[in-house]
Structure formats: C-alpha cells, structure tokens
C-alpha cells in the first residue's frame, strides 16, 4: 500500500496466467511506479532552549534525507551566505521524528532545514 506523499518503484513478481499467457510467462518481473503527491516543504515542528541547550524537533518523509544548517550572524542575503551543517537525517524508507540537541555558544544562531529528494 502507498500512502499519500510517498513515492516508490518496486519489482513485483506476478501470476500471468489469468491473462490466458502460456505458462513460460509465469513469474515474469513487472515494474510498478507509483507517483503520489509531492512532499511537503521541511519544517521545524518544536524549538526550545533549556540550560543553554537547544533542541529542535522535526519530521521526516520517507526516502528523503534531511540537513539541519545553522549560522550565527544573518547576513542581507541569506542565500549566499555559508551556512554550516549541524546534523544529517539520512534517508530511510519510513518517516521518523529527528530530535537533535546544539549547544549555546553564541547569543544568536539562526537554524535551516534543507531536504533532498
């Protein structure tokens, strides 16, 4: 079963007889591509700050690696700045929820979450 925002091309094996096929054809591999909905944009579900630690929370979808990002000053364009990794959520064919922990050693740090298909 395929749920909604998953994306997903498998090989089934399959019983061709019902289609009145000769038996040679039994078990013959077939490609299967299902291609639902886009997922959703990333996004932080919780942030909060306790003893100068800094969790933040968020979800993942399957098959989609996550990168949280931080900088500690925000520049007039953010786009181009050099942002610094923090934390990689690898790709796994379910979703999770990511709770990852930064330590406070600036007064301000701005936080990102990018994502790749």
Do not use: C
């Not at 796994?92 to 406070?104: C, L, M």
């Amino acid at each position: 079963m395929v749920k909604k925002g998953e994306k997903r091309v498998g090989t089934f094996l399959g019983f061709l007889g019902f289609l009145g096929l000769p038996a040679v054809v039994l078990g013959a591999t077939l490609l299967a591509v299902f291609t639902p909905a886009d997922a959703a944009p990333p996004r932080f579900t919780w942030i909060t700050n306790i003893n100068n630690k800094v969790q933040i929370h968020f979800d993942t979808e399957p098959n989609r690696t996550y990168v949280v990002q931080y900088i500690n000053r925000l520049p007039t364009n953010i786009s181009t700045t050099n942002w610094s990794n923090l934390y990689t959520a690898l790709s796994f064919p379910i979703s999770t929820h990511q709770i990852i922990q930064d330590v406070r050693t600036t007064p301000v740090r701005f936080y990102r979450l990018k994502v790749t298909p």
